[in-house]
Nanobody
C-alpha cells in the first residue's frame, strides 16, 4: 500500500483544514488512521476509521473538533480539522493496515510522507 497525504498548511487559531490521504492497492480493505508529530515530541495517535467507515476513534485532545471519514470509491481518507489550536501544529501522517489494533497503535508498515499543519496567528 502506498499512501500520499496532502492538505496541510498555515491557518489561524480557530480555523479549519481538511487533510486527505490517497491510497493505492486495495485500501478499501484497510483500516486507516492519522497520527501527528510535533517538534521535539513523539508521534501520537489522532484518529482512526474502520475499513467500512462504521467506526471511528479519536484522541481526547481532538474529540469534537476533528472528524475522520473515508471514500472507498476514491481510495481516500480525510481528516476534517475544525477549531484548530496552536497545539495542533505538527506533521500529520496517515497510516493503514488490515488490523485495527495495528492502526491505532501506530505500529504498521504503511505510512504516508506527512503533511505540515501550522496553527499560528
Amino acid at each position: 500500500v502506498q499512501l500520499q497525504a496532502s492538505g496541510g498548511g498555515l491557518v489561524q487559531p480557530g480555523g479549519s483544514l481538511r487533510l486527505s490521504c490517497a491510497a493505492s492497492l486495495r485500501p478499501s480493505t484497510y483500516h486507516m488512521g492519522w497520527f501527528r508529530q510535533a517538534p521535539g515530541k513523539e508521534r501520537e495517535f489522532v484518529a482512526a476509521i474502520t475499513w467500512s467507515g462504521g467506526n471511528t476513534y479519536y484522541a481526547d485532545s481532538v474529540k469534537g473538533r476533528f472528524t475522520i471519514s473515508r471514500d472507498n470509491a476514491k481510495n481516500t481518507v480525510f481528516l476534517q480539522m475544525d477549531s484548530l489550536k496552536p497545539e495542533d501544529t505538527a506533521i500529520y501522517y496517515c497510516t493503514g493496515d488490515e488490523r485495527l489494533i495495528v492502526v491505532r497503535s501506530g505500529t504498521g508498515l504503511h505510512w504516508g510522507q506527512g503533511t505540515q499543519v501550522t496553527v499560528s496567528s
